[in-house]
């Protein structure tokens, strides 16, 4: 799996270095979010700059980690969606239940504040 986490103060960023959000990672990405945000990072912030593509495994794996850092009592949001990704949020309904930031620097504002 090729992501990035970093600690950034507050929160977690997890820069996901993929450009197809599929299958084949899904899984593996799913359980390494699960162990990061068990671990304690509660607050994540992902970077999906880089993804061109996500199909509803993937989906599925950021939306268990959305559930995952809320009941850790933390938060989970999402930036730099690039115009298919986001129209995949959109068409899901996903762009209503999460938390997406259209850059880096309003998504830190947000997290630090919490």
């Known amino acids: 799996m090729s992501f990035r986490s970093e600690e950034k103060g507050k929160f977690t960023l997890v820069q ?38 996500v199909d509803s495994t993937f989906l599925g794996a950021l939306v268990l980690s959305h559930k995952k850092a809320v009941e850790m009592k933390g938060a989970a949001c999402f930036y730099g969606l690039q115009k298919s990704v986001k129209a995949t949020f959109q068409i899901t309904m996903l762009d209503k239940k999460l938390t997406i930031f259209n850059t880096l620097e309003e998504a830190e504002q947000y997290l630090n504040n919490l």
């Not at 899904?26 to 607050?43: C, V």
């Open 16 to 53: 996901v270095l993929e450009k197809r959000g599929t299958l084949a990672i899904a899984q593996e990405f799913k359980n390494s979010m699960i162990d990061l945000i068990g671990s304690g990072s509660n607050k994540v912030l992902f970077d999906l700059s880089g993804v061109d593509f």
